[in-house]
């Protein structure tokens, strides 16, 4: 994939650093593609400018295309500082392999309808309704167009009705949607989603299942 048709300058992508049980996301903009290499504003932590060369340190790049609503994702990466014009400092991203689209439609969605909290950016948790959600992905509905942006991240919190399940998520926005009703509902990619999540959805599968059948 020519990832020029996907990424422009001025474009905000999202780099994932791990290692053991550590995770971190740091967001940079591309200012430039030379070949197979991103280049990209350094991302700056304490006034100093991020490493990626760490023993053991894994690193992958998400990207989402507001055109095809798609997720794309690329696991294989080597990041590394470098300058821009030879006097600009700047991360150098070089991309190893094809993107993995991600595409939360293709998992099964269950049906929940259960209040959770939304953090957006630096704004105070708000009450909303989780709709649906799948192994990797959250819907929740909103009474405002617009009041979360396509591309951003946000954290979802939620707890199961009988308490067996809690979740803060980190998420992704990926898609926003008007219903008959004039509300809006917005689809979120989990970032990093942990196998609980994937346990929770089983569990009310079988749920569902029982009360279809006329077991509870």
């Known amino acids: 994939m020519d990832i020029a048709s996907l990424i422009t300058p001025g474009t905000v992508i999202t780099l994932k650093a791990s290692r053991d049980d550590a995770v971190a996301e740091f967001e940079t903009s591309l200012i430039e593609i030379v070949g197979d290499c991103l280049l990209c504003e350094p991302i700056m932590v304490e006034g100093k400018a991020v490493n990626f060369k760490m023993p053991g340190l894994k690193t992958e790049m998400s990207l989402f295309d507001k055109s095809e609503g798609k997720m794309y994702c690329w696991k294989e990466l080597e990041v590394k500082l470098g300058y821009y014009k030879k006097k600009t400092l700047c991360q150098l991203v070089y991309i190893r392999c094809e993107p993995i689209v991600i595409n939360r439609r293709a998992n099964y969605r269950q049906y929940i309808g259960i209040s959770g909290k939304v953090t957006y950016f630096r704004s105070p948790p708000k009450e909303i309704l989780i709709r649906d959600v799948c192994n990797n992905g959250v819907g929740f509905l909103s009474d405002k167009k617009g009041e979360y942006t396509v591309g951003k991240t ?56 029982k009360r279809v059948l006329g077991h509870i």
Do not use: M, W
């Open 154 to 209: 946000v954290n979802i919190c939620f707890n199961d009705e009988d308490g067996r399940f809690k979740f803060d998520l980190k998420c992704q926005i990926v898609r926003e949607r008007e219903l008959e009703n004039g509300r809006y509902e917005y689809g979120c990619l989990v970032n990093n989603p942990p196998y609980t999540l994937s346990a929770y959805v089983a569990h009310k599968q079988i749920e569902e299942r």
